[in-house]
């Protein structure tokens, strides 16, 4: 498989190689069953972190369904056999397992509960406790020799304060301590507040015990890789004196097990990250890139002898960032990317040679339809999770005989519900000529001799990717009697380097144009209402809307979610400052406060008219609750129809419960329901 440049494929070949699903008609569509309404949320199942064991015979998945009574996300750990009979359960359907891991033999499986990390024996059915962590440690591996769990665990800092106050009687009831801060992480989204501490790396006895720290420092650990031997475990790390200053920086170490004596294996500047070692030992692969300094920088894969010497680039001609891989046997390596909207996995090899497996991994992230997808490896067989538009991830397999689905976890709610159905397709930019893509979701009643309103629905990132997966959002949208239309502009991943960084340090910029184009191409199709466009979007897509309604006053009506208003205070009040002002702009927002100003909704704001809802997590760190506060008191002063929701708890995923997926599709349709049949 060659590099695939979207700028060299002619627009003709570009639609002939694009899955497109038949634009449906209204004598196509089931009648007898309802559109989805908000709590079918809860009907909602999908498979994740699937474990082939190491004989091939059977996989480990994780099962994640809905909680109606506590409004929490649950899991719990299902095993069946290469070829989908004896579905059964291992774990309790409350659990909220997660992480499962095989031992070596395949006789037992490792796995995370809360903060316990527990064992089940596959031949007795036993299951028990290990260890007791207080949280959930990281990157669980077994040693060869099944005799040590290896791990990552955050480890506390001893507590300390340069201040403590005098003349507190025993038993008063005084405020709450003032907080001491003086770490450059001190929060982060989804996390809040950050206790002082670092990941290191632990050793626990397989059969249970008390964890055993390996690595020390000032410094935080990731991904690790048993050596076949036993002797060594190799481990990603920013090992750096003000490691935080690089945020993008890490290398690749070699732990002793003996010794505890760390060495680097990997030198430079460059990210070297997710260290796997060959089966017989020889070789070291991972991912990396050189840094630039770019917005958008792609993974590529290196394999190495053990020691870091004779490095050589595995996938140059592959002009796609890899998210995962690995070893498949001593000659060859499994590596997961996106490629044009979908999730592909490929069978690397170290003479260059690259074959497709499947196009069809992703599915387990189901609120909005990013691109997702994991896959792992035994004894010859491989499980990964399937996507598909009409619902989210399946379990399935490739092997000698080819691919199937396993799995058919949602198909009571595919019974009782009518899920709209997604066309892929692509146009022309107006700007340069680039070709670009875009689906839409049709409403579960659609007629194209009718008049519909449109939503348009934008991804954030903004480097990121949208394509070929379920996505409740949307789906509640449509079922509310609206065309969804989404879009992959530039800046989008999944088309190249050069694609995505068309916006590096200018964002916005031509992406807003790439977005009305797609708009356009649509309604020329003749079924939309041009008096009832919608636009909406989340963080990234929260700026682009943000933007275009500066733009454009075509928009009935507009939602930004969680956006970024002004990029001058957002670097100075979002959790990854570091990287942001470092690579998403030319340098702090001090020395370059007319850049920053030029590309910030705020300074556009005095030419928005469009009526224009905003909501936000109270505890999103990413683009924090004063952006969205910004916007609204701006918008209050110029007289423009606002309303601003904030979502108690709430990070800037926005759907950690289910009850905050319902919430934001519901309140953005009550807003433009409100405008849908204006004069």
Not at 53 to 59: V, W
């Amino acid at each position: 498989m060659n590099r695939v440049s979207l700028a060299l494929l002619p627009f003709s070949a570009v639609l002939l190689v694009t899955l497109l699903l038949a634009r449906p008609s209204a004598a196509e569509l089931p009648s007898a069953l309802p559109a989805l309404d908000y709590d079918d949320v809860f009907l909602l199942e999908a498979v994740s972190d699937p474990q082939p064991s190491p004989s091939g015979e059977r996989i480990v998945f994780v099962r994640n369904w809905m909680d109606r009574q506590t409004d929490r996300a649950r899991s719990s750990l299902w095993i069946v056999a290469a070829d989908g009979r004896g579905l059964e359960p291992l774990t309790d359907r409350d659990s909220n397992a997660s992480s499962p891991r095989w031992s070596p033999d395949g006789e037992r499986l490792a796995y995370l509960a809360g903060g316990e990390l527990r064992m089940h024996w596959l031949a007795s059915g036993r299951d028990s406790r290990v260890a007791e962590l207080g949280e959930a440690p990281g990157h669980l591996s077994w040693s060869p020799d099944g005799r040590w769990l290896a791990f990552t665990l955050f480890t506390p800092d001893a507590a300390r304060s340069p201040v403590t106050l005098p003349g507190r009687p025993e038993g008063a009831s005084w405020a709450p301590a003032p907080i001491w801060i003086d770490q450059p992480r001190y929060r982060s989204d989804g996390q809040g507040f950050l206790r002082q501490g670092h990941r290191h790396v632990y050793l626990l006895p397989a059969e249970g015990g008390s964890p055993i720290q390996i690595s020390d420092g000032p410094y935080d650990h990731g991904h690790l890789a048993w050596h076949p031997d036993g002797q060594s475990l190799f481990v990603e790390a920013n090992r750096r004196d003000e490691a935080h200053r690089f945020p993008l920086k890490s290398s690749i170490y070699r732990i002793d097990i003996d010794s505890r004596e760390i060495s680097p294996v990997t030198e430079g500047n460059d990210p070297q990250r997710q260290p796997r070692v060959s089966p017989d030992g020889r070789r070291l692969a991972w991912l990396g890139f050189e840094d630039r300094k770019l917005s958008h920088q792609a993974n590529r894969l290196f394999v190495a002898d053990l020691d870091g010497s004779n490095v050589r680039e595995l996938t140059d001609d592959l002009d796609r960032h890899i998210n995962q891989f690995a070893w498949a046997d001593n000659s060859s390596l499994l590596i997961q990317y996106d490629h044009h909207g979908q999730t592909l996995l490929a069978r690397q090899r170290l003479n260059g040679r690259r074959d497709l497996l499947t196009e069809s991994l992703g599915g387990e992230y189901f609120s909005r339809p990013y691109s997702s997808g994991q896959f792992a490896i035994g004894g010859g067989l491989i499980a990964h999770t399937h996507a598909s538009t009409q619902r989210p991830s399946e379990l399935a397999v490739i092997g000698r005989n080819g691919s199937r689905v396993l799995t058919d976890l949602n198909r009571d709610f595919l019974a009782q519900r009518t899920v709209g159905q997604v066309e892929s397709f692509w146009y022309t930019s107006s700007v340069d000529g680039l070709d670009l893509q875009g689906w839409v979701m049709y409403p579960p009643d659609f007629d194209p001799d009718a008049q519909w309103p449109m939503i348009l629905e934008i991804h954030g990132g903004p480097f990121a990717t949208y394509g070929d997966y379920f996505a409740m959002e949307l789906q509640l949208m449509a079922a509310q009697g609206y065309v969804v239309v989404y879009l992959n502009p530039r800046g989008s991943t999944s088309y190249g380097e050069d694609f995505a960084n068309l916006i590096h340090h200018n964002y916005p910029s031509h992406d807003h144009d790439d977005l009305m184009d797609g708009i356009d191409a649509v309604i020329a199709r003749g079924y939309i209402n041009e008096d009832a466009l919608f636009i909406t979007g989340g963080s990234g897509g929260g700026v682009l809307t943000t933007w275009a309604i500066s733009k454009t006053d075509r928009f009935a009506a507009a939602a930004a979610v969680n956006p970024v208003i002004n990029w001058y205070s957002f670097v100075l009040s979002a959790d990854l400052y570091f990287l942001f002002s470092q690579y998403w702009f030319p340098g702090p927002p001090w020395e370059h406060a007319e850049h920053y100003l030029a590309h910030s909704p705020i300074h556009r704001v005095g030419y928005v008219n469009t009526p224009t809802l905003l909501l936000t997590g109270e505890e999103d760190w990413r683009t924090p609750m004063s952006e969205t506060e910004q916007y609204y008191q701006a918008l209050q002063l110029r007289g423009v129809d606002t309303a601003m929701v904030r979502v108690p708890e709430a990070s800037h995923a926005l759907h950690r419960r289910p009850s905050q997926l319902m919430a934001k599709p519901a309140f953005v349709i009550e807003w433009f329901e409100r405008y849908r049949h204006a004069d």
